[in-house]
């Protein structure tokens, strides 16, 4: 009954509006966002809830938010407009605030709160977590019990009396990490290493912190003892003196200078001549050094790694929340944003009425939504495992099922990474030129989120290295499923080969979820097995293991990205099943659209093996484009539920009421104020005003005579 009653109220004041008022009522962003808005069919707070973990952590992420959003050294809006100089003051500025907060919260509520600073300023997180995150990680992960203590004493947690680098990548290093050329060689006489930089390639590249802010480095070195090397170890090594700032002896240290992004931490290079540490400054929890030279190494290589992928998990989880900014700006604009009318109406169209414009955003979210399902996943197996390695010995009983788990996340972390990272990267730009010109301004966050994210791609491990070495992981495990070995739940599909390999599709129904995991199945079964038997080859021909892997590393890359496009998708559909009633019709549309878009991305495969035919690939590409339009409809509530304040975005085009141009006006104006002419005098002046030879001002300009041209007529 209410409802009719206001309808029949704004029919009223309909007629009494005149066509110019109807038509800016039409047209208008707030009223186009609201009536977005009003779409949606299921509850908003229960999917923010899902996706955060639960409304403890949501709450808890809220008051986060608002306490950067009213935190001065946090103010972000005129970001675009400082000088790398002053971004640099200002990243270290905020250091005060973080202490204040790691001093008085629980670590696992610390990490929350990073989390949201790493999408407020992905600089300043990068600059903080150089010292917690990798030099403190280095301490936790290498160092003896008593030497943790130690340090920890000196002031590494509290960041009292030092601030820690982590300087592993060398000039001419970065991935081979077991190739690094820096020495560390140990000298009995003196009971020291000597810490040395032989080559210009051995100068160490890229140490975030080590232009201006770092006294102390863990630095990754070949260890040397009595003329043997034993692989590259972990030592503390001190750069500055803390009460001046002066380098010590035998330190060089230079600025990196201007970068593509991220310019907020200091990065810098570092060279060591001849420089002694005491012998305890190598952390010694996994291989030893006595007194004597005598040197003791694990007996289980492989315990000693599992540090090493946190901050792989941590990038699969960045990514996906990287990737709900993005959208949200992206999305929100097509909401309001009108190009065009067509011939029944003077009313623009929105973007996000246009099915190419549905086909450019609507597959992205749903990629971004297995991403943080994905993510979350990634999460719970990586602390698993950690729980497992650190209690690890080499007499357990259980040490193959605890090994097995650590090769699984190994490989799994390392191909996630780099595929999750790539796919932000690229929704960035996609929503960037989605945006149209207004997506070239630095205010609406795009551009600088794509040159901060890019870095993504490449550090903790190159992203074509990381996903060839899940190549590599599917081939042994291929090779494992053979001789009849049970393999991880991720590779089990490898398991069922005699059921998989040849298999068609004879559903009448092929938009199932079941349908679609084992399309991927069938698919990944038939690409292992084809890069496993080209390497089987290649090891008949006489290459060795190495070279085989090498000359079978496109077909690798290949089987990995299929691989991780169905690990994805069956995340998402893990995810799903947690939720009931509207929310799950809503979230199921949404996977479905990513199962299916990302089969007619590789149709190529799904046709090769016969698993879809032509015709239904035909199917896939037309219900792909009605799950699209369906997917629109909930675009808001999905971006919404993603529950990023308009602090967080930090862009006119994403402001959640939708007034866009106003936002955006004002920025523009707010950050060019305008003033005296900044170089007319100096430069425009003496152009236009210089002397030339010229003939007599001619009045008409040019202008031809009008009755010249009628005579001529």
Known sequence: MSSTITKDRL?????????????????DPVASMNEERAKAVFNIRELTNLLDGGEKNTLLKERFMQDFERDPLFKMDDIHDISKDELRERTMEKFRSLIHHLSNEPLDIFKKRMEIVSLIDPGFWTRFGVHYGLFVGALQSNATSGQLGYWFQRGALSLSGMVGCFAMTELGHGSNVPGLETTATFDEASDQFIIHTPTVTATKWWIGGAAHSA??????????VKGKNYGTKCFIVPLRDPKTYHTLPGINIGDLGKKMGRDGIDNGYIQFTNVRIPRGYMLMKHAKVSRS????????????????????VAMVVDSGNVSKKALTIAIRYAAVRRQFSNSKSDIETKLLDYPIHQRRLMPLMAQTFAMLFTGAEMTAMYNTMMGRLENAKPDDKDLNQVLEMLKETHATSAGLKAFCTWNCLSTIEACRQACGGHGYSAYTGLAGMYQDFAVQCTWEGDNTILTLQLGRYLISSYREAIKGKKLSPGVGYLNRLNELLGKKSNQEDIFKPEVIIEAWQVVCANVVKNTALEFENCIKQGLDQDDAYEQCSQSRLYAAKLHSYGYLFNRFVDGVSKVQGNLKEVLMDVCILYGLYTI???AGAFLQYGYFSPEQMDQIRIKTNALCASVREQAIPLVDSFNLSDYMVNSPLGRADGNVYVHYFDQVKRSNPQGPHPYFDRLIKPLIERPMDQDEDDEEAGLEDDDDEEEEE
Do not use: C
């Open 600 to 602: 007619e991305e590789n």
């Open 293 to 312: 030279g005598a040197v003791k190494e694990p007996k289980l290589q492989q315990l000693t790694y599992g540090a090493l992928l946190q901050g792989r």
């Open 11 to 27: 029919a009223a004041v309909q007629q009494h509006l005149s066509p110019e008022q109807q038509h800016a009522r039409a047209v």
């Open 215 to 224: 006294t102390h480095s863990a630095v990754f070195a070949q260890l040397i």
